[in-house]
């Protein structure tokens, strides 16, 4: 009986930390960093009358800092309060021919005002966007216009998709056969570069795909052949 309450004990904790957390939302699902402009800004609002720590970082892939720098990169956001978070271009050459990936990082955590609370489970989540730094060379064109350029084959159990252009491709959905492949964490084809996808248990025939634009939304639908 006391285990069986313990867990209970755990899961509404567990359940009280999601509901706080959703009170915190981040202003974008993407960050757009285009050459020339002095800074970007990132809106956090807190919606919960709860309190929060929300620490905030850049990293590229390999989870290095490097090329930005964030203001205030830790502070306190009151409940029903608003904060934005500047991102600042930092001196160093990045490549001129095509897009860059860095990845946003905020880590909100509930703040703890009472012994109550200090004596609670409190858990952190960290939410990963990422940042695309655009240089000027490309300023007047976007990902969309390249979608249809996308081509598609298949080696064995993959499905390998090749990006012929200078942008980051980031997909809402991939199907084959009207089955979606599981992308994870693979949702995007870098510029020049390809990517891989476990086929699932069909035959080749058609493949059709959106991908995500600037603004979040979602593209006109695409469709080729294996």
């Not at 084959?153 to 084959?176: A, L």
């Amino acid at each position: 009986m006391r285990i069986l309450n313990s867990l209970l004990s755990i899961i509404l904790l567990l359940s009280a930390s999601f509901a706080c957390y959703a009170g915190v939302q981040v202003g974008t699902t993407r960050i757009i960093y285009a050459e020339g402009k002095k800074e970007v800004s990132v809106s956090l609002d807190n919606q919960d009358i709860t309190p929060y720590l929300i620490k905030s970082w850049i990293e590229n892939d390999k989870n290095v800092g490097t090329h930005f720098l964030l203001t205030p990169p830790l502070f306190r956001l009151e409940g029903k309060q608003k904060n934005v978070v500047r991102i600042f271009k930092l001196d160093g050459q990045l490549p001129t021919d095509r897009e860059s990936l860095f990845f946003f990082n905020t880590t909100s955590i509930p703040a703890s005002s009472t012994e109550a609370d200090r004596n609670t489970l409190q858990i952190a989540v960290r939410t990963k966007l990422k940042l695309i730094f655009r240089p000027k060379s490309l300023s007047d064109d976007v990902p969309v216009n390249h979608a249809k350029e996308l081509s598609w084959s298949r080696s064995g159990n993959q499905v390998i998709v090749k990006n012929p252009s200078p942008f980051y491709i980031n997909f809402m959905f991939i199907k084959v056969n009207g089955q979606s492949l599981i992308m994870k964490d693979k949702n995007f084809v870098a510029p020049f570069s390809s990517a891989s996808y476990a086929l699932p248990s069909t035959n080749g025939g058609k493949v059709e795909w959106k991908i995500i634009n600037d603004m979040g939304g979602q593209s006109d639908l695409y469709q080729s052949s294996l």
